[in-house]
């Protein structure tokens, strides 16, 4: 079975500055995706970024970008130029390619951007 | 992208009471998902919504206490059956398709239960 795990219950960063917020996971599979959600107080999840596994180069959303390492089965987001809409909580999910929509999330990161 | 709707977008109920949920998406999609979100927590996937037949189930959810159903490919209702305290929760309808194959969610319903 896959587990994700977000081992940061919250975290808290000064506007315009950067931040990285961890995920691991665990699978035998070779062929998945990775996703950082977004759920604002609005409860909407808005996804943030995706990552294939197939891919080497790191995937990259204007002031978003992953740190995929494969092997260490590791998929961190760094969060450039924080502002303070970015204050939300922040999900690391994974999708098996053949169990495609069925995703598996991690408990979440809180993130608070301090004016 | 998928715009989708769900209703009612909140609630309160009494136990042993049930609730259906409305998930409207404004083109055809051929999966749609349902999630739910206790309190403080993570998202867990319900089941799958499959058109014309019974709804998959994952492990620790079956069909008696959350009946699914999926008459066409842009609606799906989900009942969540005589409610207790612990079925407070958000829950999230969610597809998967399109030209990126991305994956939406709708605004969710947040249930209560007293």
């Known amino acids: 079975a896959q587990t994700v795990t977000q081992s940061q219950p919250e975290m808290s960063v000064q506007e315009a500055e950067t931040v990285t917020l961890s995920c691991t996971y665990d699978t035998s599979e070779n062929n998945y995706y990775l996703f950082w959600y977004k759920q604002p107080p609005s409860r909407q999840m808005i996804l943030v970024i995706r990552?294939?596994?197939?891919?080497?180069q790191n995937a990259t959303e204007n002031r978003f970008s992953v740190n995929f390492q494969k092997a260490a089965k590791s998929f961190s987001l760094k969060i450039s130029d924080s502002q303070l809409g970015d204050t939300a909580m922040y999900f690391c999910a994974f999708m098996l390619a053949s169990n495609t929509g069925k995703l598996i999330f991690g408990q979440g990161t809180t993130l608070q951007v301090k004016p | 992208s998928a715009v989708i709707s769900q209703k009612p977008s909140r609630d309160i109920c009494q136990r042993g009471t049930s609730l259906t949920i409305q998930c409207q998406v404004d083109s055809q999609v051929t999966m749609m998902f349902w999630y739910r979100q206790q309190p403080g927590q993570s998202l867990t996937l319900i089941a799958t919504a499959n058109q014309g037949s019974e709804a998959t189930y994952e492990s620790g959810f079956v069909i008696d206490k959350f009946p699914i159903s999926r008459p066409n490919l842009t609606f799906s209702t989900l009942t969540v059956s005589n409610m207790s305290p612990e079925d407070s929760s958000i829950y999230l309808c969610?597809?998967?398709?399109?030209?990126?194959?991305?994956?939406?969610f709708g605004p969710g319903t947040r249930l209560t239960v007293l």
């Open positions: 990552q294939e596994a197939y891919k080497q």
């Open positions: 969610s597809v998967y398709g399109g030209p990126g194959n991305e994956q939406f």
